[in-house]
Every structure is written in structure tokens, then in C-alpha cells.
């Protein structure tokens, strides 16, 4: 009876509690907060113009409307100081299923401290060690992602093992994951899938509000195989990360520099490497490598005593192919600006009037080829 006072009780607060400080609605159980619940909105209305040139000839498409990017709702349940979970579902676009917009698992773990501050163990589905964390320092991931999730050189959250802490007094701090490699968008492995994939992030912080840090992925994303003692080794992809930042509350700066090898260890192991989209370049046979080089510099800044802010990305990738031996003469070149200005009429909201310019040279290789790509339009964020 009384766990039923306490559920109903628990239920009634959760009505009308008030959002906490750092985001979010706590729900109390006995004067002890026990579960948070969490909501994110990114709503975006833009006009795009997809512009191909293909030896002279342009073939543009328009896009114009409303669109939900993402859609997140989280809970988290504190057992107590030491072991927490949490289930975050996202909202994305897949034809495929029959109804574009669908619910699906972005998070699904338990949390737990081995050894403090220095050692915290994760289970399940959840972050991996790099993505999120540039994120947090850019702070406008409603607009645009981060370069390696852009191009899809990592994934945001896989399934595995994970081990992250803080030393030196916060000075350092790492995050190390051994995963499927197939990212959330699939989850569990299908038959036949070997998994293997880990990655890392080390950072230092040598003052207040100075960020460098160092990543390393390496692995197969699920394209490693053994199925009735047939085996297809996939596509072996490496990718390493450097980054620094500094900043404060008021503003930040930062630059990255990353590179990528992906590496066909079978034949037709991958119809585009690394799950870049935007490059014409496939690692068709064994022995096929596309390297990817590339940098971004960004930065955000608050006007001082108003809601009133402004924000700026420059990226640059460069893709090369080698096939038998033979490195392509040509290289792909990718450059995209991103630019907003932001205005939060409270705090949990913010809208951004946004200009998005990218260009592809040379797609695969081809000097005749270009991609244009540009849109502007009002962006959102809601959370809860």
C-alpha cells in the first residue's frame, strides 16, 4: 500500500514539477530526486537548391517546407549516487519503413561508477567517446553536425561496452568503447556479423575553458562477416582526431583536423566508403583505399545583455581513391560554410536565421563533375 502512495504521489509530482536548472523535469520519490525526464526539438523551415553540373550541364532540385530534423525523449532513473540508467527514443526519416517518420532506439544503458570519478562503466547502447562531446563544445548541433557525423567517418551512439573517467583533478579525461561497429540505426547484429569496433577520446585541460583533445576509431562497422564458413572481410576503416578549443560561457572557438582510411579487404566490400554519401567513390575491390583529409574551424559568440547570438563553421574534405596500385590523379574536394545569427526569447528555446553553402568538386574523380548545394531558412531548438 505504501509503495502505491509513493507511485501515485511520484506520478502527481511529475505533473507538476518545474523544470530543473540544468534542463529537464525531476520527479522526487521520498525528497530524493529518482527519475529525470528529458524532451529535445530540432524544427527546421528552409529552402534548398541541389545544384549537378555535369560537363556543362546543370540539373537542379528545389526543396522547400518544414521539417522535423530530430525528435528526442529521454528518461533517466537514478538507483542512487553510484548506478543510473537511461532510454532516449529519436525521431527519424526512413522511407523504407513505409511511413517516413518514425520512433526508434538512440540510447538504451546502465551507468555505473567502479571507481569514482576515475572509472565509469557503460552497458548497452550509448554514446561513443568523440561525436557527442564536440557537440557539446559546439552547441549547434539544431543546425549542423559535427564533420565526422556529417560525412559519416563515426556514428553517434553503438552498441558494446564503454569506460570513461576523469583524472588529475579533471585535467584529463577519457572515454574508451568496444562496440558492434553497425552504429544504432541497426543495433543488434545480424547473422554472421563479426563485431569489432573501438574507439577512443583522450582530452586535456590544461586551464579553465582550454580543450584538447585526441581520438582514434578503428574497425569494420559490421561489414566483417562469417556465414557458412564463408567469410567477407569487409572494409577495415581507421579514423583519427585532433581538436582544440577554448572559450567560456560567453563564447568559444575551436578547429579540428581528421583523417580517414578505409581500406576494402574483399571484394565488393563496400558500394561507398565509410557511408560518405556526398563522395563518388566506392571501395569496389580488395585492396581499394579511399583517404579522406580534412578541417573545420567554428566558433560562437553571445552579445553581452541580450538573448542575441552568432555562430559560423568553415569545413574542407578532401577524398583520394587507390585502386591497384594506382592513385587517382583527381581528388575530391568538399567545402561548406554554415553562418546564423540566434535569438532565445527564454531560455529552453532558440530559433537561428541560417545560411548553408557546401560544394563538391571532381565527384569521383571526375573533374566535370560538381555538386552545389545551398539552403537558408529558420532553424529551432525546444527542450525540455
Not at 501515485?8 to 523544470?19: D, G
Not at 526508434?104 to 552497458?123: Q, S, T, W
Not at 548497452?124 to 567517446?129: K, L, Y
Not at 582526431?241 to 568559444?252: L, V
Request: proline letters at 2%; glycine letters at 12%.
Amino acid at each position: 500500500m505504501k509503495a502505491t502512495i509513493r507511485t501515485i504521489a511520484a506520478l502527481a509530482t511529475m505533473a507538476f514539477a518545474t523544470p530543473a536548472i540544468a534542463g529537464g523535469v525531476s520527479v522526487y520519490d521520498d525528497g530524493e530526486s529518482k527519475l529525470k525526464i528529458e524532451a529535445l526539438i530540432y524544427a527546421n523551415s528552409f529552402y534548398q537548391t541541389d545544384d549537378r553540373v555535369t560537363t556543362g550541364t546543370s540539373v537542379k532540385t528545389k526543396t522547400t517546407g518544414t521539417h522535423i530534423d530530430r525528435a528526442y525523449f529521454t528518461a533517466k532513473y537514478y538507483f542512487n549516487n553510484d548506478w543510473m540508467m537511461r532510454l532516449t527514443t529519436d525521431m527519424g526519416n526512413e522511407a523504407a519503413l513505409g511511413k517516413d517518420q518514425n520512433i526508434y532506439l538512440k540510447y538504451a544503458y546502465v551507468e555505473g561508477k567502479l571507481a569514482g570519478k576515475a572509472a565509469v562503466m557503460r552497458l548497452g547502447q550509448s554514446h561513443t567517446p568523440w561525436i557527442d562531446y564536440e557537440q557539446g563544445l559546439w552547441k549547434h548541433r539544431y543546425v549542423a553536425k559535427v564533420m565526422s557525423d556529417t560525412y559519416k567517418f563515426d556514428t553517434s551512439a553503438d552498441l558494446g561496452f564503454g569506460l570513461k573517467g576523469k583524472l588529475a583533478d579533471g585535467m584529463v579525461d577519457y572515454f574508451v568503447t568496444a562496440t558492434n561497429g553497425t552504429g544504432y540505426g541497426k543495433g543488434n547484429p545480424t547473422s554472421g556479423t563479426e563485431a569489432g569496433q573501438y574507439g577512443a577520446r583522450v582530452g586535456i585541460h590544461p586551464i579553465k575553458g582550454l580543450d584538447i583533445d585526441f581520438g582514434f576509431n578503428s574497425g569494420y562497422k559490421g561489414t566483417r562477416k562469417n556465414i557458412n564458413n564463408v567469410k567477407t572481410l569487409g572494409v577495415k576503416s581507421d579514423l583519427t582526431q585532433a581538436m582544440i578549443s577554448y572559450g567560456t560561457k560567453e563564447f568559444r572557438l575551436g578547429a579540428n583536423y581528421m583523417v580517414n582510411k578505409d581500406k576494402a579487404k574483399s571484394a565488393t566490400a563496400s558500394s561507398s566508403h565509410g557511408g560518405n554519401t556526398s563522395s563518388g567513390f566506392t571501395t569496389a575491390l580488395a585492396g581499394d583505399e579511399v583517404k579522406s583529409t580534412g578541417y573545420a574551424v567554428w566558433g560562437w559568440a553571445k552579445i553581452p545583455g541580450t538573448q542575441i547570438g552568432a555562430f559560423g563553421r568553415f569545413e574542407n574534405l578532401k577524398n583520394q581513391k587507390t585502386s591497384g596500385g594506382v592513385v587517382t590523379p583527381t581528388k575530391e574536394k568538399i567545402d561548406r560554410f554554415v553562418a546564423g545569427l540566434e535569438y532565445s526569447p527564454i531560455k529552453n528555446i532558440t530559433f537561428a536565421a541560417v545560411v548553408d553553402s557546401s560544394k563538391l568538386k571532381n565527384r569521383g574523380g571526375n573533374s566535370a563533375v560538381t555538386d552545389k548545394d545551398f539552403r537558408w531558412g529558420l532553424y529551432s531548438q525546444i527542450k525540455l
